[in-house]
């Protein structure tokens, strides 16, 4: 098992910049690929980022692409998504998830979400 607890989200103005942060425990976390997603009222949840066990690859959804960047920190067993130039579109809750079979497919674990709202 796998638990994941996000932090970091909040109210922030377009063009401003807010730090996600994802906690987990139960499991070697250089273990785990981990990911972000979102999911905006009334849409379905969709990929944001991913990043390999090592830290050493990243990937991106084209809508962040430039503005927000993952990275993770295997002695703190804590990823993060550092988001810029922020849109109102960006409005969803955002919520990680973590694929311990390395695929970046296969996410079994995931946390409750924060929410992340950007006015114009």
């Known amino acids: 098992q796998v638990q994941l607890v996000e932090s970091g989200g909040g109210l922030v103005q377009a063009g401003g910049s807010l730090r996600l942060s994802c906690a987990a425990s139960?499991?070697?976390?250089?273990?785990?690929?981990m990911g972000w997603f979102r999911q905006a009222p009334g849409k379905e949840r969709e990929f944001v980022a991913r990043?390999?066990?090592?830290?050493?690859?990243?990937y991106y959804a084209d809508f962040v692409k430039g503005r927000f960047t993952i990275s993770r920190e295997n002695t703190k067993n804590t990823v993060f998504l550092q988001m810029n130039s922020l849109k109102p579109e960006d409005t969803a809750v955002y919520s990680c998830?973590?694929?311990?079979?390395?695929?970046?497919?296969?996410?079994?674990?995931w946390g409750q979400g924060t929410q992340v709202t950007v006015s114009s």
């Open positions: 139960g499991r070697t976390f250089s273990s785990l690929v």
């Open positions: 998830a973590a694929d311990p079979s390395g695929s970046g497919s296969s996410y079994n674990y």
């Open positions: 990043i390999t066990r090592s830290g050493s690859r990243t």
